[in-house]
């Protein structure tokens, strides 16, 4: 589903088991420095007691318990969970019921889908800075669509001016630039800012992998 990358950003320790049973692993699949945000992976737990329960721990708290099969395996999708804004590295434990020594975790760094935009006042046509994350796709530039609002009109007929804001870098697919998303004295309404991966406007596409939307609601100047 997406482009694979060692995985530099997950840490994986399997804390010792007895002498007589095999130690603990806990792995994700796909391996990526860094995840987007409600992204789901597989993950695939192994060394448990066979036919034994084993919890699934997040931030301290147990947030599934399933049971291993005759080989002491468990394997399954895991949701990431959504995030206001920025990244955070999310731990998940996998822990043995009936013997805590078997035991493992993964470090997951995963990003917020998020574009914020500086200052939130002042003229249509100001200088803005734009810092966004999450723009996980195939294609490596980001593009704003602004688009104005009209009832009564159909959503895929609107024209939309397009800006090239940038080229993401890093394992969060991050981009920070400097444009004017509006041109000087706009018409007065009210502005869909669309921020995408695509060059061409397309309102209707689903939020995808590659088909990224953040959208923010901009007024236009008052005549």
């Known amino acids: 589903m997406r482009p694979l990358v060692p995985a530099v950003a997950i840490a994986i320790v399997a804390f010792a088991a007895p002498a007589t049973a095999s130690a603990a692993t806990l792995k994700v699949e796909p391996a990526s420095p860094c995840y987007r945000e409600e992204q789901t992976v597989f993950l695939t737990a192994e060394g448990y007691t066979p036919n034994g329960?084993?919890?699934?721990?997040?931030?301290?708290?147990?947030?599934?318990?399933?049971?291993?099969?005759?080989?002491?395996?468990?394997?399954?999708?895991?949701?990431?969970p959504g995030l206001v804004s920025g990244r955070r590295n999310l731990t998940y434990v996998a822990q043995d019921v009936s013997d805590p020594a078997l035991r493992a975790e993964v470090t997951l760094l995963t990003t917020a889908i998020d574009v914020r935009v500086?200052?939130?006042?002042?003229?249509?046509?100001?200088?803005?800075?734009?810092?966004?994350?999450?723009?996980?796709?195939?294609?490596?530039?980001?593009?704003?669509?602004?688009?104005?609002?009209?009832?009564?009109?159909?959503?895929a007929a609107r024209r939309a001016r397009t800006i090239r804001i940038g080229r993401?870098?890093?394992?969060?697919?991050?981009?920070?630039?400097?444009?004017?998303?509006?041109?000087?004295?706009?018409?007065?309404g009210r502005y869909r800012v669309q921020f995408d991966l695509f060059r061409e406007y397309k309102p209707r596409r689903s939020v995808e992998y590659d088909n990224l939307f953040v959208r923010i609601l901009s007024p236009a100047s008052e005549r």
């Open 168 to 188: 993401v870098k890093g394992a969060c697919r991050l981009i920070r630039s400097e444009r004017r998303l509006f041109r000087r004295d706009p018409a007065p």
């Open 53 to 80: 329960f084993v919890d699934f721990i997040r931030d301290g708290k147990v947030i599934e318990r399933l049971q291993a099969d005759a080989s002491g395996a468990i394997s399954g999708n895991l949701t990431l």
């Open 118 to 155: 500086a200052p939130e006042s002042g003229a249509p046509n100001r200088l803005l800075t734009i810092n966004g994350r999450g723009f996980f796709g195939r294609n490596q530039v980001v593009f704003a669509h602004v688009v104005r609002m009209r009832r009564g009109a159909d959503a």
